[in-house]
């Protein structure tokens, strides 16, 4: 069965992409196959990576173009991001539309991680949509817990509708260095807002940064990164553990 998940926060700067690209390499390092659709017009996740921003990607897929996703290392492939994705013909589209489109493709990697953008509602809500689970990135700065929550709440009224979209959906303490007073009382400030939400951490490892820099995998970069174990619990939570 294909995992298929979302990841996003309304606030930029926050880590986004860099644990896109992460996890891609934890599921490319245990060997599964993994689809990555980046859904931000800036294209960060697909140049950290090694592709090409701005290639034919993401928003022709949404177009309906026939279009194969791009192999760019063993195991990861990518519906590229891109400014095309601000189009008046995918800004049109309903919500459902990805959703649909990935299942008439018959697109059946075992692993698909959507990268929302931070800053367009209509493709985070294409993006959340076609997941089945999301993760949230957070930092220590309330405009992110502010956003955190506003995705949470429309993932909660979707689901309370009955309406296609994740199921369910974990918050990512990211790029946390507990030498910083605010990131040591992150954890309380979470736990009073989300109780009942599990919690994750990803720490801020320079092994991360220079991986997307060189363009490469994590696991290919340093196969003994510091952030491996954290992305573990976090599969695991994703397999349904």
């Not at 245990?30 to 800036?42: A, C, F, K, N, Y």
């Not at 990518?78 to 489109?101: C, F, K, T």
């Not at 929302?116 to 089945?132: F, I, K, M, N, W």
């Not at 910083?180 to 979470?190: F, G, I, P, V």
């Given at each position: 069965?294909?995992?298929?998940?979302?990841?996003g926060?309304?606030?930029?700067?926050?880590?986004k992409?860099?644990?896109?690209?992460?996890?891609?390499s934890?599921?490319?390092?245990?060997?599964?196959?993994?689809?990555?659709?980046?859904l931000?017009?800036?294209?960060?996740v697909?140049?950290?990576?090694?592709?090409?921003?701005?290639?034919?990607?993401?928003?022709e897929?949404?177009?309906?173009?026939?279009?194969?996703?791009?192999?760019?290392?063993?195991?990861i492939?990518?519906?590229?991001?891109?400014?095309e994705?601000?189009?008046?013909?995918?800004?049109?589209?309903?919500?459902?539309?990805?959703?649909d489109l990935?299942?008439?493709?018959?697109?059946?990697?075992?692993?698909?991680?959507?990268?929302?953008?931070?800053?367009?509602?209509?493709?985070e809500?294409?993006?959340?949509?076609?997941?089945?689970?999301?993760?949230?990135?957070?930092?220590?700065?309330p405009?992110?817990?502010?956003?955190?929550?506003?995705i949470?709440?429309?993932?909660?009224?979707?689901r309370?509708?009955?309406?296609?979209?994740?199921?369910?959906?974990?918050l990512?303490?990211?790029?946390?260095?507990?030498?910083?007073?605010?990131?040591?009382?992150?954890?309380?400030?979470l736990?009073?807002?989300?109780?009942?939400?599990?919690?994750?951490?990803?720490?801020?490892?320079i092994?991360?940064?220079?991986?997307?820099?060189?363009?490469l995998p994590?696991?290919?970069?340093?196969?003994?990164?510091?952030?491996?174990?954290?992305?573990?619990e976090?599969?695991?939570?994703l397999?349904?553990?």
């Amino acid at each position: 069965m294909t995992i298929s998940v979302a990841i996003g926060c309304r606030k930029g700067g926050v880590g986004k992409s860099a644990l896109s690209a992460a996890l891609a390499s934890y599921f490319a390092r245990e060997g599964r196959s993994v689809l990555l659709i980046d859904l931000d017009p800036q294209g960060n996740v697909t140049f950290g990576l090694g592709g090409e921003p701005g290639a034919r990607g993401a928003a022709e897929f949404l177009k309906g173009e026939e279009i194969i996703p791009t192999l760019l290392h063993d195991h990861i492939s990518i519906l590229a991001g891109g400014p095309e994705l601000n189009s008046v013909e995918v800004s049109s589209l309903e919500p459902e539309a990805l959703r649909d489109l990935i299942s008439d493709h018959q697109l059946a990697p075992e692993v698909i991680i959507i990268d929302l953008p931070p800053y367009s509602e209509h493709l985070e809500r294409l993006g959340l949509v076609a997941a089945d689970q999301a993760l949230i990135p957070v930092i220590a700065h309330p405009f992110a817990i502010s956003g955190a929550a506003r995705i949470a709440g429309l993932i909660d009224a979707r689901r309370h509708r009955q309406r296609p979209g994740p199921s369910r959906y974990a918050l990512v303490q990211s790029m946390i260095d507990l030498r910083r007073n605010l990131d040591k009382t992150l954890q309380e400030s979470l736990s009073e807002l989300f109780p009942e939400t599990p919690t994750f951490g990803f720490r801020q490892d320079i092994s991360v940064a220079y991986s997307l820099t060189e363009q490469l995998p994590l696991h290919v970069f340093d196969p003994r990164a510091k952030v491996f174990p954290e992305l573990e619990e976090i599969g695991v939570w994703l397999n349904g553990g």
